[in-house]
């Protein structure tokens, strides 16, 4: 998701106060929240002239907005990178118009160390969606499958560690103001978050399939 | 006390069933009573000439509803913000007259009792009423409310009750979700020392015809909705569709008598159906007994174990929503503080038996809340919610902050029918998003944007919101262009649109046309003056709309004269028409409607022959089977249909019956000797 370039709305983290860190605290996140609602949420302003109601409006939404974005790891750090420079959904603007010119629904460019293992996935989910079509069952295809979510859940709690570890050097370099470790770093968290949101992806797709 | 009167907000619950005001007073909230002393008022609103006022609300309505069913109106509620197709379903059991000619898209129009009224009109009336109640309650005007809607209604359906209030001349400071306002009433934040409570509490509100279930989280006073889910078709209605069907196949099959094509014994039944339900929550057992035409009489008894077994299906239907609402949460059922119970259909212990289950509250030593009345809960919150918006210090309020969500994703629709997710389900509002838009020709001057709301993958399957057309962007090579466009949901979880194109600077237009809905302009018109001169409202809106129906008349027959078949005719049917043709003429001038339908009735019943033939001839014009199109097929007219009929308690059909879940029902007929159908001639 893009987001905003509104003029002078400041960005989520000095909204909070926070310095462009990953790794926050998520109660003292929320106790921040919860003092900032009282203030600016729109209930408080009910009874004032239609301009502050409407500020009201503004800025409480961009508080909701903030705290539903740091709140959530991935969206804080996608929202980091973006803040760096980085759109997330340029990584797929090539499958979009891929898409867009075959017609066809997006699909995302797998990293390519999973090509294969990907191809043949998508191959078995299509038999088990065929098997279901039909009213069958296809035993051997739901044991691959069933081995495939496995293997793919596990890439995923594996990649959130790793994750974490990065969020650590990320703000460590901040700290230190190490410009080009921060810049590996981010480079870093950009592929993760790709082969992430793939295996997230498959994983979805296979437990559907075998529902 | 010494509350300025000025600053006064009311908290109103706007019911399918009941409506009811509330206020604080001395820091509690209180239910205001109407003349009669009940705090309740029956959503049912009639246009009838012999109420006193030419309309009547609330209980005096419900005695319309049982003489003269076309001239009154209830469950109207399930009709707000919704389209055509989307109520196709509902005229099969509520006896809704919709309007001829009403195109997809369009808002939805009633015809009760001679006038033409929209679903938020209808809803007016009611607010009007529950305003006029306050007003008398505290000696002064009342113009400002807070309104509950069922925290599941999307943008459409809120749109709607806003325009409501607006058009009982309310200022409508928020929509509160019911949940939320319950919530609030049973103050849970608090211990019963003043101390604040921490806690994660669950609201099941289950209505008459709506379902929600509500997860927050509470912390010093700010109640934080984590999720939400629901039903808005769902309720005690469903429940008493299923007896319904019950006694119409009884009925039919032990008396041969088709009670569905009476309407005033259809809710007549309906009425007695409602009462052995309210009965069944307290008795083991209940009679249903109604006098037929003709002095015959039905009467059957029905057992708590054969109704648990009849309804089971529709409660169970509750359980979906609460267990995806935790899911949402994060949450297990265990981690469920306190569940709080709302809404009368809560009254039925086999509701109250599942949804402990669910919640495992009696492994863990712990009770569902109904200390407050399920009827009045919503009502009370609002209140509280109305003061903390009043602006006024209250101790009671100040701390007080409700962060309530938007119960359905906001999307718009992307290549290949898409939905491309904007806002998550479940977000805090007021939420927003921010989107980017481009051309794909050159010099492109417009972009049509799709909203939808809902979770569903294809836009087919979402609720359409609006349709925007953003124009007068700078001619530019394709893909050059950049328009912002900022989707903001408010406080009351109604959606607002800004657009602007970022290369040239300028502010693109948006031109909403939202799906569903009534514009401005048309809200402006709809405004009713007070209670009071409702009356002389109506007298000119009777007489208006039967000019207009004169007006159609004269010229579809006007023309019939140019047709082949007028020869058909005989010189004294001519004569006889163009008589008929010019008092209805004369009587456009007229002032009082009675005397305009009169003459349409002479012309309508001259014409009949006209009619006739013309029909033969394939000629179809205007005249004729145009009073005979009415949606319905009058009340229930499909309710008795093989695949909702349970037939529960015809023995004659246990064995032919297939379907599994009855089945219980079925047995448990068969093995209780003592609740055979009764059906005498006396
Ligand atoms: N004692 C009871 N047992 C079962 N159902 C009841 C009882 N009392 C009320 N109801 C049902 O509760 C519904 C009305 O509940 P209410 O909360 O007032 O609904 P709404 O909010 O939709 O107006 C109706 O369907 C009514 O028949
Ligand atoms: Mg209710």
Redesign the pocket.
């Known amino acids: 998701m893009s987001q905003a370039n509104t003029l002078a709305a400041p960005d989520y983290f000095s909204l909070f106060e926070l310095p462009r860190h990953l790794n926050l605290d998520p109660s003292a996140l929320e106790k921040t929240f919860y003092a900032k609602s009282r203030r600016l949420h729109p209930d408080r302003f009910a009874a004032r002239p239609l301009a502050e109601q409407e500020a009201a409006l503004a800025a409480s939404s961009q508080l909701n907005d903030a705290y539903r974005t740091l709140k959530d790891p991935i969206a804080r750090t996608e929202y980091l990178l973006s803040l760096e420079g980085v759109q997330m959904d340029e990584q797929s603007r090539a499958a979009t118009d891929a898409a867009k010119a075959a017609g066809t629904a997006k699909k995302q460019v797998a990293p390519p160390d999973l090509l294969e293992e990907a191809f043949e996935l998508n191959m078995q989910l299509e038999e088990m969606r065929m098997a279901k079509k039909m009213g069958e069952d296809d035993p051997a295809t739901r044991t691959e499958l069933e081995g495939a979510r496995e293997r793919f859940t596990a890439m995923l709690h594996e990649l959130e560690d790793k994750l974490h570890a990065l969020w650590n050097d990320w703000d460590t370099h901040t700290e230190a103001g190490e410009e080009a470790a921060k810049t590996s770093t981010r480079d870093a968290m950009v592929a993760l978050l790709n082969r992430r949101s793939y295996a997230r992806n498959l994983v979805r797709d296979v437990n559907e399939a075998l529902d | 006390m010494a509350e300025n009167t000025q600053h006064r907000v009311v908290g109103i ?1 706007l ?4 409506s009811l005001v509330a206020i604080m007073q001395g820091g509690v909230p209180v239910v205001i009573p109407g003349e009669d002393g009940s705090p309740i008022v029956p ?1 049912v609103v009639a246009f009838d000439q012999e109420t006193h006022a030419g309309f009547a609300v609330g209980n005096a309505a419900r005695e319309v509803l049982l003489t003269a069913p076309g001239n009154a109106v209830y469950s109207v509620k399930r009709l707000m913000g919704r389209d055509l197709a989307d109520v196709e379903p509902e005229l099969k059991l509520f006896p809704f007259k919709l309007a001829d000619g009403l195109q997809p898209g369009e808002v939805l129009k009633l015809n009760i009792g001679g006038l033409t009224l929209t679903p938020p009109e209808v809803s007016a009336y009611v607010l009007l009423q529950l305003k006029k109640n306050a007003e008398r309650f505290l000696g002064g005007p009342v113009t400002k409310a807070v309104i509950t809607v069922p925290a599941y209604f999307n943008d459409a359906q809120r749109q709607a009750t806003k325009d409501a209030g607006r058009i009982a001349g309310l200022d409508v400071l928020r929509l509160v979700n019911e949940p939320t306002a319950a919530a609030l009433a049973y103050g849970l934040d608090k211990n019963a020392d003043g101390s604040a409570r921490e806690g994660i509490i669950a609201v099941y509100d289950f ?4 379902f929600d279930i509500s997860i927050l989280k509470l912390h010093e006073g700010i109640f934080e909705v984590i999720s939400t889910g629901g039903d808005t078709h769902l ?3 469903d ?2 569709n299923l007896l319904l069907a019950v006694a119409i196949d009884d009925i039919r099959g032990d008396l041969g008598v088709d009670i569905t094509q009476d309407p005033a014994a259809m809710q007549a039944l309906r009425k007695v159906v ?1 009462e052995a ?2 009965e069944l ?1 307290a008795a083991d057992s209940a009679r249903l007994a109604v006098e037929l035409q003709g002095g015959r009489l039905y009467a059957r008894e029905i057992t708590r174990a054969q109704f648990e077994g009849l309804i089971a299906s529709v409660i169970e239907r509750t359980a979906a929503p609460v267990r995806q609402a935790l899911k949402d949460a994060d949450l297990s059922p265990e981690q469920i503080d306190e569940v709080v119970m709302v ?3 809560t ?2 212990p086999a509701v109250r038996t599942l949804v402990s289950q669910l919640f495992g509250l009696e492994a863990r030593g712990k009770k569902l809340h109904t200390e407050l009345n ?2 009045e809960v919503v009502a009370l919150g609002a209140a509280v919610q109305a003061q903390i918006l009043s602006g006024t210090e209250h101790a009671v309020t100040n701390d007080l902050l409700l962060l309530d969500v938007t119960p359905l994703s906001l999307g718009i629709e992307a290549l290949g029918g898409v939905v491309a997710k904007i806002i998550q389900r479940n977000s805090t509002i007021p939420a927003s998003a921010t989107e980017h838009f481009t051309t794909g020709v050159d010099g492109q001057t417009t972009v049509a944007i799709h909203v939808l709301q809902g979770e569903r993958e294809l836009a087919k399957d979402c609720r359409s919101l609006a349709r925007f057309d953003l124009k007068g962007i700078p001619p530019m090579v394709a893909g050059l262009p950049r328009i912002e466009v900022k989707f903001l949901i408010d406080a009351n979880g109604i959606l607002h649109v800004s657009a602007r194109e970022q290369r040239s600077g300028q502010q693109a237009q948006v031109e909403v046309k939202p799906t569903y809905g009534l514009t401005d302009e048309q809200v402006e018109t709809m405004i009713l003056d007070s209670f009071d001169n409702a009356e002389s409202d109506i007298e000119a809106r009777l007489v208006i709309e039967a000019r207009n129906e004169a007006n159609t008349i004269l010229e579809a027959t006007r023309k019939a004269r140019q047709q082949p078949v007028w020869q058909q005719l005989t010189a004294d049917e001519h004569d006889a028409i163009n008589a008929a043709l010019t008092s209805v003429e004369a009587s456009l001038k007229s002032e009082d409607h009675k005397v305009i339908r009169n003459t349409i009735a002479q012309l309508d019943q001259h014409t009949r022959r006209l009619a006739e033939l013309m029909m033969d001839s394939a000629v179809s014009g205007a005249l004729g089977g145009k009073k005979m199109a009415t949606a319905d097929e009058g009340l229930g007219g499909e309710i008795g249909a093989p695949t909702t009929a349970p037939h529960a308690f015809a023995p004659a059909q246990i064995s032919e019956s297939e379907d599994s879940s009855p089945a219980d029902v079925l047995q448990a007929a068969e093995n209780d000797p003592e609740t055979p159908a009764e059906s005498t001639e006396d």
């Open positions: 619950d019911g399918t069933t009941n959503s209505g008459g015809g709506t309720g005690g209605d429940i008493d409602i339900k309210i929550s809404g009368g259909s009254r039925v399920p009827d």
